[in-house]
């Protein structure tokens, strides 16, 4: 997964457990605590070891396998698959934790440390006015997943205070278009990104991307509606 900003690009080298940068710019630059020279590629996160560190020096210490990447404007968000969590890397270069509990899968709504997600790795920053967080496709439990950094509590359909993780959408058993996110079928998130105020995502067993609205309801964007549910709540 990449990521770009003013001229950079970021990318995690998932086999080597890194998140590397390519400077694009004409002069050195200061990116994440590491100074990068004109048009060089380096390190800005991880030691090469699978490790699941979750503070200090994110260039010293480990992540496993890391996948999607997504920048906010200021800090550096990692998708660290195996360990089952978002962490942050800030502008000086510095790891924390912010979502799921590092070290531990599952499915479960709250706050760093308390709530658990298996297996991120498509993740996006979203901003929508005041609201501002990042969409996480949790592949190990088909679950599409909402990081709240800031704004009001009310959003696609649900209360998710700052700094909470919740599921948005998948964990149903309907196809139709037009339910509450959480009521949808879903196989296969890998994949998630923005689309105007919505969030969308890969549904990949069923083939097709699939769409989350403010309001909470989903539509099929791409690929085909697999069946009509009987009686499905609007």
Known sequence: STSSFGGQLVWSASGNHRIRILNRS???????GVSVDAGRVATIGG??????????TALTNAFNTPSGVAFDGVDLYV??????????ISSTGV????????????TL???????????PEGIQYYENGSHKGIVVGASGSARLMFYRISGPSLLFGGTIVPGDTNVVACGGTYHTD??????????????AT?????VCFTNYTYHNVRCLNTSGQVSTMMGAMQGIDDNAPG
Do not use: E, P
């Not at 030691?47 to 200090?56: D, E, F, P, Q, W």
């Open 79 to 88: 998708a660290d698959t195996t360990n089952h969590c978002i962490k942050k």
């Open 26 to 32: 004409t002069t050195t630059q200061t990116l994440f």
């Open 178 to 191: 037009g339910v509450n996110g959480t009521l949808a079928i879903c196989s296969g998130v890998y994949g």
């Open 109 to 119: 709504n709250g706050a760093v440390g308390v709530g658990r997600m298996n297996a």
């Open 95 to 106: 790891l924390s934790a912010v979502a799921g509990t590092c070290g531990t899968a599952g």
């Open 47 to 56: 030691n090469g070891a699978t490790g699941n560190a979750t503070s200090g």
């Open 194 to 198: 923005v689309l105007g105020t919505s």
